[in-house]
Protein backbone atom coordinates (compact mmCIF):
# COMPACT_ATOMS: atom_id res chain seq x y z
CA UNK A 1 0.00 0.00 0.00
CA UNK A 2 1.45 3.66 -1.11
CA UNK A 3 -0.34 7.16 -0.89
CA UNK A 4 -2.30 8.09 -3.63
CA UNK A 5 -0.11 10.37 -6.30
CA UNK A 6 -2.89 13.32 -5.89
CA UNK A 7 -3.48 14.72 -2.41
CA UNK A 8 -7.34 14.38 -1.58
CA UNK A 9 -6.75 17.80 0.87
CA UNK A 10 -4.20 19.59 -0.49
CA UNK A 11 -2.06 21.00 2.53
CA UNK A 12 -3.00 25.04 1.59
CA UNK A 13 -6.45 23.84 1.96
CA UNK A 14 -5.91 22.25 5.05
CA UNK A 15 -4.09 25.15 6.85
CA UNK A 16 -7.23 27.50 5.01
CA UNK A 17 -9.96 25.33 6.93
CA UNK A 18 -7.73 24.98 10.16
CA UNK A 19 -8.24 28.81 10.49
CA UNK A 20 -11.40 29.05 9.86
CA UNK A 21 -12.20 26.63 12.09
CA UNK A 22 -10.31 27.99 14.70
CA UNK A 23 -12.72 31.33 13.94
CA UNK A 24 -15.91 28.69 14.42
CA UNK A 25 -14.71 28.27 17.26
CA UNK A 26 -13.69 31.63 19.02
CA UNK A 27 -17.22 32.51 18.12
CA UNK A 28 -18.87 29.45 19.74
CA UNK A 29 -16.81 30.70 23.26
CA UNK A 30 -17.35 34.29 23.48
CA UNK A 31 -16.53 34.25 27.35
CA UNK A 32 -12.94 32.22 27.22
CA UNK A 33 -11.30 29.72 25.24
CA UNK A 34 -12.00 25.97 26.04
CA UNK A 35 -9.02 23.64 27.03
CA UNK A 36 -8.05 21.74 23.98
CA UNK A 37 -7.12 17.92 25.06
CA UNK A 38 -5.29 16.07 21.57
CA UNK A 39 -6.36 12.38 20.99
CA UNK A 40 -2.59 11.30 20.47
CA UNK A 41 -1.00 10.28 18.19
CA UNK A 42 -3.22 11.00 14.90
CA UNK A 43 -4.32 14.96 15.85
CA UNK A 44 -1.02 16.07 16.56
CA UNK A 45 -0.22 18.30 13.58
CA UNK A 46 -3.81 19.27 13.88
CA UNK A 47 -3.72 20.78 17.33
CA UNK A 48 -0.60 21.95 17.32
CA UNK A 49 -1.95 24.45 14.16
CA UNK A 50 -5.55 24.94 15.12
CA UNK A 51 -4.47 26.09 18.76
CA UNK A 52 -2.05 28.72 17.33
CA UNK A 53 -5.05 30.00 15.35
CA UNK A 54 -6.96 30.32 18.77
CA UNK A 55 -4.67 32.31 20.24
CA UNK A 56 -1.67 32.52 23.07
CA UNK A 57 -3.94 31.75 26.12
CA UNK A 58 -5.14 28.54 24.25
CA UNK A 59 -4.25 25.42 26.98
CA UNK A 60 -3.52 22.33 25.43
CA UNK A 61 -3.56 18.74 26.96
CA UNK A 62 -3.53 14.93 25.84
CA UNK A 63 -5.36 11.96 25.83
CA UNK A 64 -4.54 8.63 24.37
CA UNK A 65 -7.80 5.78 22.86
CA UNK A 66 -6.52 2.17 21.74
CA UNK A 67 -8.84 0.08 20.14
CA UNK A 68 -8.61 -3.46 20.36
CA UNK A 69 -9.79 -5.50 17.63
CA UNK A 70 -10.10 -9.00 18.75
CA UNK A 71 -11.57 -12.13 16.72
CA UNK A 72 -15.19 -11.98 17.94
CA UNK A 73 -15.47 -7.97 19.24
CA UNK A 74 -15.03 -5.04 16.38
CA UNK A 75 -12.99 -2.86 18.39
CA UNK A 76 -13.03 -2.07 22.29
CA UNK A 77 -11.43 1.23 22.95
CA UNK A 78 -9.24 1.81 26.45
CA UNK A 79 -7.87 5.06 27.41
CA UNK A 80 -3.80 4.74 27.50
CA UNK A 81 -2.85 8.35 28.43
CA UNK A 82 -5.42 11.01 30.34
CA UNK A 83 -4.89 14.36 30.84
CA UNK A 84 -2.82 15.87 33.40
CA UNK A 85 -4.70 19.41 33.70
CA UNK A 86 -8.07 19.02 35.87
CA UNK A 87 -10.79 19.07 33.43
CA UNK A 88 -13.73 20.13 36.82
CA UNK A 89 -15.45 23.02 35.28
CA UNK A 90 -13.90 23.96 32.25
CA UNK A 91 -14.85 24.35 28.99
CA UNK A 92 -13.23 21.32 27.36
CA UNK A 93 -13.03 20.61 23.56
CA UNK A 94 -11.83 17.58 22.33
CA UNK A 95 -9.59 17.81 18.72
CA UNK A 96 -9.78 14.51 16.81
CA UNK A 97 -8.03 13.56 13.80
CA UNK A 98 -10.92 11.47 12.21
CA UNK A 99 -14.43 10.04 13.50
CA UNK A 100 -15.18 7.04 11.82
CA UNK A 101 -17.16 4.25 13.31
CA UNK A 102 -17.72 6.77 16.53
CA UNK A 103 -16.16 4.24 19.21
CA UNK A 104 -13.04 6.26 19.71
CA UNK A 105 -15.01 9.62 20.12
CA UNK A 106 -17.90 7.88 22.21
CA UNK A 107 -15.09 6.48 24.87
CA UNK A 108 -13.16 9.72 25.43
CA UNK A 109 -16.66 11.83 25.58
CA UNK A 110 -17.69 9.29 28.17
CA UNK A 111 -14.71 9.24 30.02
CA UNK A 112 -13.97 13.60 29.76
CA UNK A 113 -17.71 13.86 30.71
CA UNK A 114 -17.30 12.10 33.92
CA UNK A 115 -14.71 14.45 35.22
CA UNK A 116 -17.32 17.02 35.08
CA UNK A 117 -16.27 19.61 32.59
CA UNK A 118 -18.32 22.81 32.62
CA UNK A 119 -18.88 22.40 28.66
CA UNK A 120 -17.80 19.56 26.34
CA UNK A 121 -17.68 19.29 22.09
CA UNK A 122 -15.74 17.59 19.98
CA UNK A 123 -13.91 19.18 17.19
CA UNK A 124 -12.66 16.41 14.30
CA UNK A 125 -10.41 17.96 11.06
CA UNK A 126 -12.24 14.55 9.34
CA UNK A 127 -15.41 12.52 9.29
CA UNK A 128 -16.74 9.99 7.53
CA UNK A 129 -20.09 9.61 8.24
CA UNK A 130 -20.68 6.57 6.24
CA UNK A 131 -18.92 4.36 8.63
CA UNK A 132 -21.12 5.09 11.76
CA UNK A 133 -21.39 2.38 13.84
CA UNK A 134 -22.33 4.41 17.09
CA UNK A 135 -24.28 8.05 16.99
CA UNK A 136 -21.81 10.51 17.28
CA UNK A 137 -22.11 13.85 15.67
CA UNK A 138 -18.86 16.14 15.90
CA UNK A 139 -19.73 19.93 16.79
CA UNK A 140 -16.72 21.47 14.61
CA UNK A 141 -16.13 19.74 11.48
CA UNK A 142 -12.87 20.69 9.20
CA UNK A 143 -13.92 18.20 5.85
CA UNK A 144 -16.44 15.28 5.39
CA UNK A 145 -14.90 12.81 3.11
CA UNK A 146 -16.51 9.55 1.21
CA UNK A 147 -15.01 6.18 2.83
CA UNK A 148 -11.44 6.28 2.01
CA UNK A 149 -8.49 4.78 4.22
CA UNK A 150 -6.32 7.84 4.63
CA UNK A 151 -2.83 8.91 5.55
CA UNK A 152 -1.11 12.01 6.42
CA UNK A 153 -0.94 15.26 8.36
CA UNK A 154 -0.55 12.84 11.80
CA UNK A 155 -2.91 9.74 10.43
CA UNK A 156 -0.90 7.01 9.82
CA UNK A 157 -0.81 3.05 8.12
CA UNK A 158 1.08 0.98 10.52
CA UNK A 159 3.08 4.14 12.17
CA UNK A 160 4.16 5.39 8.84
CA UNK A 161 2.86 8.44 6.60
CA UNK A 162 2.01 10.85 9.75
CA UNK A 163 4.89 13.17 8.63
CA UNK A 164 3.01 14.15 5.10
CA UNK A 165 1.96 17.21 4.63
CA UNK A 166 -1.46 17.34 2.65
CA UNK A 167 -4.01 14.15 3.28
CA UNK A 168 -3.67 11.00 0.70
CA UNK A 169 -5.58 8.27 0.31
CA UNK A 170 -4.10 4.95 0.96
CA UNK A 171 -3.99 3.24 -2.23
CA UNK A 172 -2.62 -0.95 -3.46
CA UNK A 173 1.15 -0.54 -5.08
CA UNK A 174 0.59 -0.41 -8.69
CA UNK A 175 2.19 -2.62 -11.21
P1 LIG B 1 -13.35 5.21 15.17
O1 LIG B 1 -13.68 4.07 14.25
O2 LIG B 1 -13.36 4.79 16.61
O3 LIG B 1 -14.26 6.42 14.91
O4 LIG B 1 -11.91 5.68 14.80
C1 LIG B 1 -10.86 5.06 15.47
C2 LIG B 1 -9.53 5.48 14.99
O5 LIG B 1 -9.28 4.74 13.81
C3 LIG B 1 -9.31 6.93 14.59
O6 LIG B 1 -9.08 7.79 15.66
C4 LIG B 1 -8.08 6.74 13.75
O7 LIG B 1 -6.96 6.64 14.58
C5 LIG B 1 -8.36 5.43 13.06
N1 LIG B 1 -8.91 5.67 11.72
C6 LIG B 1 -10.18 5.66 11.31
N2 LIG B 1 -10.28 5.93 10.00
C7 LIG B 1 -9.01 6.14 9.58
C8 LIG B 1 -8.43 6.48 8.32
O8 LIG B 1 -9.07 6.67 7.28
N3 LIG B 1 -7.06 6.60 8.29
C9 LIG B 1 -6.29 6.42 9.40
N4 LIG B 1 -4.97 6.55 9.25
N5 LIG B 1 -6.80 6.10 10.59
C10 LIG B 1 -8.14 5.97 10.68
MG1 LIG C 1 -7.51 8.99 16.34
Given at each position: ?42 S??F ?44 P ?15 V ?11 S ?14 V ?23 NE ?9 V???I??
Amino acid sequence: MQPSEQPLIEEATLQQRIAELAQEVQRAYPDGLPLCLCVLKGSVFFAADFVRHLGPGAELDFIRARSYHGVHSSGTVALTHTPEIDLKDRPVLILEDIVDTGRSATVILDWVAAQNPASLRLCTLLDKPSRREVDVTPDFTGFTIPDHFVIGYGLDHNERYRALRAIYVLEPISK
